[in-house]
């Protein structure tokens, strides 16, 4: 299926002496759900992928056309509305009003929407088309082009472990994003830790907990604790067993908590005390559905705290799917000069709803 994540061979790290004080053997054996349970469709097997030596591994047609076929149907409010101008028999200026209007409708937001039309009323002249259905097929070209760069593998195995530690607003889906997440690499037969740096909410560690239970992973976490704390166990605990990956779940915040920013500053701080050089990734989960506040949400965590990635959920039922390239304009101008990637899109709650991002499928699927 797809190279979901992208693996480097790993530099043998020495391991540290462990503190397993509060590692929590989720998963003992005689509890788990039989191995059939966990074994999971044929389409995650190549989820990932060695590099630098091994290429990916061919997807299977059938299966990506059914993932593109749910985007699609997820799309589908954002796309009905922009398809809906490609209707009329002439490209004239009224066209263009219709689209501005519908890319704003999209909450592409209004210096996206300027680059789009810009750019397709150049390609429209060198392609000479006088067909509004052609001009369609000239925005998804566009559109893809402008979101190219945010199409990137997510790198685990340069270092053991990945510590890839997870942020984003209350409710966004960072856990159900991690679970999935854990999943796809635990059936690829990749050790992965997780660690409960949400020691508030009670059922935040519960629900990761299930997620671990399922796939058979362990644990960090400490009722009440430290997130830092909890962060700085699981990356030694991971270390010493030699595990390949470590998901710390933080808690849910708004960037105006600044306090609650403050802590999400030192869990950092001390992932890279832990382990100098972590967080090797710091992903921010962010609900596409938000529309543009969905680009508040990236601008702050990444002033923040300097994100390395982006995974956008429900994008299942939204209107508002063009924000994307809003956050894909803004991303051309960070300040380290380099674009954000969008590792995961995801369209529901189900496994296979996670799905790596695909620039021209996306275009596609949001022009309807
Ligand atoms: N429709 C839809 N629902 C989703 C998607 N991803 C997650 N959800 C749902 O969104 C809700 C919140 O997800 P969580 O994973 O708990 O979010 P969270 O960011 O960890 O939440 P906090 O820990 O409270 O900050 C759950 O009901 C998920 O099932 C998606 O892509 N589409």
């Not at 909410?201 to 976490?221: C, K, N």
Request: proline share 5%; aromatic share 4%; with cysteine.
């Amino acid at each position: 299926m797809f190279s979901f994540f992208k693996k480097k061979v790993a530099e043998p790290a020495p391991p540290a002496a462990p503190d397993l004080r509060s590692l929590v053997p989720i998963a003992a054996a005689e509890d788990l759900p039989a191995p059939a349970a966990v074994v999971a469709p044929a389409r995650i097997e190549a989820a990932v992928v060695v590099a630098p030596e091994i290429v990916a591994e061919a997807e299977s047609p059938v299966e990506r056309a059914s993932w593109v076929h749910r985007l699609r149907q997820g799309l589908r409010r954002t796309g009905s509305s922009i398809a809906t101008v490609f209707t009329g028999t002439r490209i004239d200026d009224a066209l263009y009003e219709d689209l501005e209007a519908a890319l704003l409708m999209a909450d592409a937001g209004v210096g996206a929407t300027r680059f789009l039309l810009e750019d397709l009323k150049r390609r429209v002249k060198e392609a000479r088309v006088t067909d509004p259905a052609a001009v369609k097929g000239l925005l998804a070209e566009a559109v893809a082009e402008l979101l190219q760069p945010l199409q990137q593998p997510l790198v685990i195995g340069r270092q053991t472990p990945t510590v890839v530690m997870v942020v984003g607003v209350n409710g966004a889906g960072k856990t159900t994003t991690i679970g999935k997440l854990t999943r796809h690499l635990a059936v690829g037969g990749h050790g992965v830790l997780l660690a409960a740096a949400d020691t508030f909410r009670a059922a935040a560690r519960e629900q990761l907990g299930v997620w671990a239970d399922r796939t058979q992973v362990e644990i960090v976490s400490q009722q009440g604790g430290d997130p830092a704390a909890v962060c700085f166990d699981a990356v030694k605990a991971g270390q010493a067993r030699g595990i390949e990956v470590v998901i710390a779940d933080t808690a849910g915040r708004l960037p105006t908590q600044l306090h609650l920013m403050e802590e999400l500053k030192k869990v950092r701080r001390t992932l890279d005390k832990a382990m100098p050089g972590a967080p090797h990734e710091v992903l921010l989960v962010v609900d596409g559905n938000t529309g543009q506040n969905a680009l508040a949400q990236v601008q702050a965590f990444d002033g923040a705290l300097g994100l390395s990635g982006l995974v956008l959920t429900k994008l299942d039922g939204t209107a508002k799917g063009g924000v994307l390239a809003a956050i894909a304009l803004w991303s051309r101008q960070r300040s380290d000069g380099r674009a954000l990637p969008v590792y995961f899109i995801g369209v529901g709650e189900k496994l296979e709803d996670l799905e790596r991002f695909d620039a021209r499928e996306f275009a596609q699927a949001l022009l309807g």
